[in-house]
Antibody, heavy 122, light 110 residues
Framework: QLQLQESGLGLVKPSETLSLTCTVS??????????WGWIRQPPGKGLEWIGT???????YYIPSLKSRVTISVDTSKNQFSLKLSSVTAADTAVYYC??????????????WGQGTLVTVSS | QSALTQPASVSGSPGQSITISCTGT?????????VSWYQQLPGKAPKLMIS???KRPSGVSNRFSGSKSGNTASLTISGLQAEDEADYYC??????????FGGGTKLTVL
């Protein structure tokens, strides 16, 4: 059974870089069928797609964050990571990693991590 | 890239049917049959309920169904049950390889 687990610091200072890692277990990240995504949810608010990566390194980002976001993959560790630079309080959110099906005539997020709260505060 | 528009809240009594709308534009919902729906219970991660507008993943109750007309997609829950009380989000593929979620709808079972 596929499982995803987010890890990283829960408190980040303004202007610094948020770093999170998603560890995938129960399946290989190097699959041609799936991509891997990051989604966030500010407290009491809705979901926002941040970006998606394919195991060979192709990346896709939300335009509003593109200048600050980097998503990378480490196939040897079955992990993918998120870095968000120059954070502000507006980046405080629960961050989810998810398996992202995308191909042919289909796309959806079908397996999610439990989420991790990242607070931006001095 | 603006969030898809969903009603903030809907409610219904047990046994009734409710429909949640998700309105986008011709750049997202209107152009692609790539709308998915997610259920989020309090304090939990979202769960996929519908993909490609109408498809139910294995294990999802057939009380959940999806449809689309023009720029608006809809999620219908029939035979409402107390366990359906949750937040629901739609999501659509957008041209240029990006995705957008709706603002979310809180479903209350009266």
């Amino acid at each position: 059974q596929l499982q995803l687990q987010e890890s990283g610091l829960g408190l980040v200072k303004p202007s610094e870089t948020l770093s999170l890692t998603c560890t995938v277990s129960g399946g290989s990240i190097s699959t041609s069928t799936y991509y891997w995504g990051w989604i966030r949810q500010p407290p009491g608010k809705g979901l926002e797609w941040i970006g998606t990566i394919y195991y060979i390194g192709s990346t896709y980002y939300i335009p509003s964050l593109k200048s600050r976001v980097t998503i990378s993959v480490d196939t040897s560790k079955n992990q993918f990571s998120l870095k968000l630079s120059s954070v502000t309080a507006a980046d405080t959110a629960v961050y989810y990693c998810a398996r992202h099906r995308w191909g042919g005539a289909t796309t959806y997020f079908d397996s999610w991590g439990q989420g991790t709260l990242v607070t931006v505060s001095s | 890239q603006s969030a898809l528009t969903q009603p903030a809240s809907v409610s219904g009594s047990p046994g009734q049917s409710i429909t949640i709308s998700c309105t986008g534009t011709s750049n997202d919902v209107g152009s692609y049959n790539l709308v998915s729906w997610y259920q989020q219970l309090p304090g939990k991660a979202p769960k996929l309920m519908i993909s490609e507008v109408t498809k139910r993943p294995s294990g999802v109750s057939n009380r959940f169904s999806g449809s689309k007309s023009g720029n608006t997609a809809s999620l219908t829950i029939s035979g409402l049950q107390a366990e359906d009380e949750a937040d629901y989000y739609c999501c659509s593929y957008v041209s240029s390889n990006t995705w957008v979620f709706g603002g979310g709808t809180k479903l209350t079972v009266l």
